[in-house]
């Protein structure tokens, strides 16, 4: 059985909006990069729909984790709208992302692109619904112990609170100890008992703290109030 080594993935993105000039010939793909090498925004020579894109390259560990069959990498895959769905889910959170983990560290994936990604199974691919409007996301590594805050703990988890609609999902028997949990969210159910909103400091493994806020669908106030109530 092949090992996966999880490679760090720290930037964000932004993916150019597609001009409805006939005349240009921007194809909705091209894209803004920002990493932890660079002193600014950088266009990429790579258009997102390929897997030498930022994207593509990040997602290569799933699809490489998936085919191994390694039972020490685990992953969740969320998104308000499923890829190959013509409806958005109104039942659950309006967000849209991925983790991939294992027992040393793992990264979290936030961007806005509908019906994005495919499911490990059919491998990389950007779907048309991503192309018109601009799109944007930030990908984050995390040591294993930062799991706790984001998907381990049962009362006040980041991604309970959101309520995520979880359509792809891979937690190996190594990790069921520690994700007692976890059926949950990969059932796609979710609990009466969750607070409306929850505030969290998570650090990246360069040492890096990052505010994320959770909010559920009844939590109705400003957000600027509570960030301000926990700088970081």
Request: with cysteine; net charge positive.
């Amino acid at each position: 059985m092949k090992k996966v080594k999880l490679w760090i993935g720290r930037f964000t993105f932004y993916k150019l909006p597609k001009r409805q000039d006939e005349k240009s010939r921007e194809t909705g793909l091209e894209y803004l990069y920002l990493d932890s090498t660079s002193r600014g925004w950088r266009r990429s020579q790579q258009l997102m729909n390929t897997t030498k894109s930022v994207l593509g390259r990040t997602l290569q560990q799933l699809y490489e984790a998936y085919a191994s069959e390694n039972n020490n990498t685990a992953y969740l895959i969320y998104n308000d709208g499923v890829p190959k769905s013509v409806t958005h889910g109104r039942k659950y959170g309006h967000t849209k992302g991925l983790l991939l983990w294992n027992r040393v560290q793992g990264f979290w994936l936030i961007h806005s692109i509908p019906q994005f990604p495919p499911v490990p199974e059919e491998g990389y691919d950007y779907p048309p619904t991503g192309r018109r409007n601009g799109q944007a996301g930030i990908c984050i590594t995390f040591e294993y112990r930062q799991y706790e805050a984001i998907v381990f703990l049962v009362s006040d988890s980041q991604l309970l609170v959101c309520n995520p609609n979880v359509y792809s999902c891979s937690i190996p028997v190594t990790f069921h100890q520690d994700l007692v949990h976890i059926p949950q969210l990969c059932a796609r159910s979710s609990s009466a008992k969750m607070p409306t909103r929850h505030l969290a400091t998570l650090q990246s493994t360069q040492g890096q703290n990052f505010l994320h806020f959770a909010k559920s669908d009844s939590f109705l106030d400003e957000i600027i109030e509570i960030i301000k109530e926990k700088p970081l």
